[in-house]
């Protein structure tokens, strides 16, 4: 009974399995597929005990090394496709367009097709203004993305001074334009002068020294 069990369990085990596991637990992508390829015998050997990259490029074709505390080794030759998730628009969208979540969705796509700078994030999204037009269905990058902006070039403004002992507003005229947290150019109508701000709300700009 014994010796027909630990047949059993030399005869079950899967080569495709074992790689897998090795590539999920080494490798950052969410979803690896692959695919035995050559002639990779197993019948009849131990369960590997360790695991190694014998050659070849992931993704792609490589060969693994499946080791047995027996000494048996066994080279398993794979292709490897990666996949990861990025998020892409629903419809076709016009610059300066700001991005809700309607507007996207998360799928998972093989890392080769993956455009650099590419974003995972839905979050990272929302809220952030088109800097070009956009076919549908396309992979949203950094380089796509833009602050909204909250100061438009022309916008009236509030200069905000303020101090442990007073705080004053006076109306300014932004000269460009920012979003929150950016600093921007503003002329100060009554003195006439051109001051640095950052943009701390709509329209409210505080003095830089």
């Known amino acids: 009974m014994v010796a027909l069990l630990l047949t059993a369990l030399v005869a079950a085990w899967s080569p495709e399995a074992v790689v897998r596991e090795y590539i999920q637990a080494n490798y950052p992508w969410p979803e690896v597929r692959l695919q035995v390829v050559g002639n990779n015998r197993v019948q009849n050997t131990p369960y590997p005990d360790s695991v190694s990259v014998a050659g ?70 929302v809220g952030k203004v088109l800097s070009s037009s956009i076919a549908v269905n396309r992979p949203l990058t950094e380089n796509l993305l833009a602050d909204a902006s909250v100061i438009r070039k022309g916008d009236d403004v509030r200069i905000l001074l303020e101090t442990d002992k007073f705080k004053i507003t006076v109306r300014g005229i932004a000269k460009e334009e920012g979003a929150q947290g950016k600093y921007i150019k503003v002329l100060c109508p009554s003195t006439n002068k051109l001051i640095t701000g950052k943009i701390v709300g709509n329209r409210i700009v505080t003095l830089v020294n």
């Open 56 to 125: 070849g490029t992931i993704p792609g074709r490589m060969t693994f090394l499946l080791g047995s505390s027996t000494g048996e080794a066994t080279y398993v030759e794979v292709a490897v496709e990666a996949y990861d998730w990025v998020v892409s628009n629903r419809r076709a969208m016009l610059k300066g367009e700001v991005i809700t979540m309607d507007d996207i969705y998360k799928s998972m796509i093989n890392i080769k097709t993956i455009p650099k700078g590419a974003i995972s994030s839905e979050s990272a999204c």
